[in-house]
């Protein structure tokens, strides 16, 4: 593994910007010199979008230049998951059957990001639609992990985590549908935040399982992560799923410590019990971040959530389920690519079949059987339940807890094709997914190595808007790991 | 209908979902597909040790009500250059419609 080279921050960047120490143009072009080296081996991207970055940038020099102060994020290089729309600008979902599409809107994320001053420079690769813990899935080839090439960076949203860990961004934007933010994160070494379900929008984020889908950042350092999230969190009328409370900022407490805090280690997932499959190191090192936060404080032991060993068959229901009614959509008809048929009908099935690949078809099938008469009990309807049980159960665990530990990833970052069997591949989700299925925010933080010198992430779990005591604890960690 | 998860999927099974899913299997896809679903859903035995009975199920991470607003034209709500840009993305249209090969014929 190659030692990384220190990253410039994403908020170190805003304040040389916003204070004119450095040009958003010069920051740009550090990124860009970046990516001229490494893109053509790591392959985080399906576009970079340089000509465009280079307009934004300097109208950020010249709002500057005027007096104006361009927002937080001030000439601050993002990279954004293709399955994020971007007006006149490709967004694929890394899928055949949407190649070459250019959406006629932004997603309010994008939007949002735009208004606190980022420069975009590109769209990042991922599993097709979403689908997949590795980016092995992408209809025009995998991501390599830059801390080790011959590794995979995680996935579903693995070219936004490599983009950060290789510095070609400062800051990136994933989803996070099962752990596709926080996973990638932990195998790359970099900060991933999935937030509480309903925080950011949705609108304009090509949808997945409508119910699980959650776009977050992905950051160098702990600070940058929470000013991503609060640069793109906030009520949106357009995605009616969005929740109108007011939320509390993150930053003000990344410096609040954990004394005092209540913190439980998740018995299930830490790989003595039915869950199998975690790397001993990966174990150690969430161990060894427990002891951290009690060396600094906080008040640690182990509690039970017992139906999270659940997680995963619930998950495998859902979100098929939720999928095979989202990709629907996908006809050859309003978007995307046809292939010609002699009737509608024919047209739409032939486009399909050309346009997905096998993992999409995979879990489109599997949702249309679980949803079908006569199963749908049995598998979606008893899932959806599994799932109260575990909202259930992490309500109880609130009430002697502040916040909950566990590994992110049971494993570091894997050789590609060491998972190729579907069911191995789904078991990288084991501690991401319960989040998703509760809705609750979670964020992996690096912490320590495991297996061949590779980085471990670390996740922390809060209950619903307890962003501020995630960032608490991350930032304590994040400090420990130094 | 069977209606347990104790159902093992067979071949023609997978076809007939993959119809209803608007795809079609090649027969080495079918082979795949047959034993990595069945794999999938086998793992969906494990719910059967839980008692559900009385656990409602949840939709949505946050009870869901209907989102209202007033009936007025949104004032970013786009125009003609917006219709032009969803038409100009679509596969095929004309006179500003989408266009498909016929619906009915054909088979």
């Keep these: 593994m190659s030692k990384p080279a220190p990253k410039p921050t994403a908020t170190d960047i805003a304040a040389q910007v916003r204070s004119g120490e450095r040009t958003a143009v010069e920051v740009l072009e550090e990124h860009l010199a970046v990516v001229a080296d490494r893109e053509s081996e790591i392959h985080a991207f399906n576009v970079v979008i340089a000509d465009e970055a280079r307009e934004r940038a300097s109208a950020i020099d010249a709002q500057i230049a005027s007096g104006e102060d361009p927002g937080p994020l001030a000439g601050v290089p993002v990279a954004l998951k293709d399955n994020m729309c971007t007006t006149g600008i490709p967004t694929t979902c890394s899928s055949k059957i949407l190649d070459g599409w250019k959406p006629p809107y932004n997603g309010t994320a994008v939007d949002k990001l735009y208004e606190a001053g980022a420069v975009v420079v590109g769209k990042t690769n991922l599993d097709e639609f979403a689908m997949g813990s590795s980016t092995e899935n992408s209809a025009f080839g995998p991501t390599l992990n830059p801390l080790d090439t011959s590794c995979v960076p995680g996935g579903s949203s693995g070219g936004s985590a490599a983009a950060v860990a290789a510095g070609f961004a400062a800051l990136s934007f994933g989803s996070d549908t099962g752990g596709s933010i926080r996973q990638p994160a932990a195998l790359t070494g970099t900060v991933g935040l999935k937030p509480s379900y309903g925080t950011v929008s949705r609108y304009g984020l090509i949808a997945f399982a409508s119910s699980l889908d959650q776009i977050g950042p992905f950051a160098n350092t702990v600070a940058d992560a929470a000013a991503g999230f609060e640069a793109v969190a906030g009520h949106d009328p357009r995605d009616s799923t969005s929740i109108p409370e007011q939320l509390r900022p993150v930053t003000p407490h990344l410096s609040d410590g954990v004394d005092g805090m209540r913190i439980g280690v998740i018995t299930e997932l830490m790989g003595d019990g039915e869950l199998k499959g975690f790397e001993p190191e990966v174990i150690a090192q969430t161990r060894a971040a427990a002891d951290a936060l009690a060396a600094a404080g906080a008040k640690v032991s182990e509690v039970s959530v017992p139906s999270v060993v659940y997680g995963l068959t619930a998950y495998y229901l859902i979100a098929p389920s939720e999928a095979s009614s989202n990709l629907a959509r996908y006809d050859g008809v309003r978007y995307g690519n046809r292939v010609t048929g002699v009737n509608t009908a024919a047209m739409n099935t032939a486009t399909r079949t050309a346009g997905f690949g096998a993992e999409v078809k995979r879990r489109i099938m599997l949702g249309t059987y679980a949803l079908s008469a006569g199963y749908y009990d049995a598998f979606y309807g008893k899932a959806q339940r599994v799932r109260t049980l575990i909202i259930d159960d992490f309500a109880r665990a609130y009430e002697d807890f502040d916040v909950l530990l566990s590994p992110t990833s049971p494993c570091v970052a894997f050789p590609f094709g060491a998972k190729s069997d579907p069911m191995t591949m789904y078991l990288n989700d084991t501690c991401t997914i319960p989040s998703n299925l509760s809705g609750q925010p979670a964020i992996s933080v690096p912490f320590g190595t495991g297996d061949r010198g590779l980085p471990v992430g670390v996740q922390i779990l809060a209950p619903m808007l307890g962003e501020v005591e995630l960032f608490k604890v991350a930032a304590v960690l994040e400090g420990a790991n130094q | ?107």
């Design chain 2, 1 to 107: 209908m069977v209606d347990d998860a104790a159902h093992e999927l067979d071949r023609d099974e997978v076809a007939k979902v993959a119809g209803l899913a608007m795809l079609e299997l090649t027969d080495e896809e079918l082979d795949t597909f047959t034993p990595q679903l069945g794999a999938i859903l086998a793992h969906a035995q494990d719910m059967e040790n839980l008692d559900l009975a009385d656990v409602a199920p949840t939709h949505h991470p946050y009870p869901l009500v209907n989102v209202m607003r007033p009936d007025v034209v949104a004032e970013d709500a786009g125009g003609p250059e917006l219709r032009d840009a969803v038409l100009a993305a679509a596969p095929d249209v004309e006179d500003n419609r989408f266009k498909v090969p016929p619906a009915l014929g054909g088979d």
